[in-house]
């Protein structure tokens, strides 16, 4: 498979999990990584989901995780850049050595609204 079409699965399934995960989990989901922003220079997927377990919304597909981080560095939103940096992913189901992006917050050190 090349690598436009590896790219353009991948969108395919980001945008799926997105479609598909429960309307209040998305939104709770953005108000988390939101929050993240302002608590830390950079953070990754591990702190999302540490944050989201604790809430009793959920989504039935895991994958959406990475659609709200997605969104949240789009040029709608801003609030992210990926630092093309890696950290190890601490979800046990996850493969052996699998990794995260760290992803740098665009809103650190500024006036939450």
């Known amino acids: 498979m090349d690598i436009q079409n590896l790219k353009a699965k991948t969108q395919n399934s980001i945008q799926q999990s997105e479609e598909g995960a429960n309307e209040e ?3 709770m989901a953005m108000k988390v990584i939101y929050d993240l922003c302002f608590e830390k220079k950079e953070f990754t997927a591990n702190d999302f ?3 989201i377990r604790l809430s009793p ?3 039935h597909d895991q994958r959406a995780i990475g659609a709200m981080i997605r969104k949240a560095a789009s040029k709608n939103y801003k609030w ?3 630092t093309y940096k ?3 992913r601490y979800d046990p189901n996850a ?3 699998a990794h995260v992006a ?3 917050s665009l809103l650190f050190g500024t006036k939450k609204l």
Do not use: C, D, P, S
Request: hydrophobic fraction near 40%; avoid cysteine; charged fraction near 35%.
């Open 25 to 27: 989990w998305k939104k």
């Open 49 to 51: 989901t540490e944050r």
């Open 57 to 59: 919304v959920k989504t």
């Open 80 to 82: 992210i850049e990926n």
């Open 86 to 88: 890696l950290a190890t």
């Open 95 to 97: 493969n052996l050595g």
């Open 102 to 104: 760290i992803w740098k």
